[in-house]
């Protein structure tokens, strides 16, 4: 098995405690659902937020949806000018046995902007 990492992102609607655990839901759910992943396939997440959110943890809401025995970790991420608003991003570190070229690095909503190069 080798360890891989995905990378993904979102954006939020508002700086409130529902939008960011609702859209952050959305995404660690469409990572697993994309590689074809378990809880039991990750090995850790770190999450990052652009400055302008702060009104809840992102990684409340994998808790929620069941990371229970999963590393997490939360950083906000560098207040570069003229960068996308309201995102909160990811990076999985997960095992697996397939190649880097068939993982699924996944940008929703306004999101997507940040990697043109990716095919949603």
């Known amino acids: 098995m080798a360890v891989r990492a995905i990378r993904g992102a979102v954006q939020v609607e508002a700086d409130e405690r529902d939008a960011i655990l609702e859209a952050t839901a959305d995404l660690v759910s469409e990572v697993l659902r994309r ?3 378990t809880t039991d396939d990750v090995i850790s997440v770190l999450f990052t937020a652009t400055p ?33 608003p309201r995102v909160v991003r990811l990076m999985a570190h997960i095992e ?25």
């Open 35 to 37: 590689n074809e992943l």
């Open 52 to 84: 302008d959110l702060n009104a809840e943890f992102p990684a409340l809401a994998a808790r929620k949806l069941g990371f229970t025995e999963v590393p997490l970790m939360c950083a906000t991420e560098i207040a570069v000018p003229r960068a996308l």
């Open 96 to 120: 697996t046995d397939r190649p880097r070229a068939e993982l699924h690095h996944v940008y929703l909503r306004g999101a997507q902007a940040l990697r043109l190069d990716i095919a949603q």
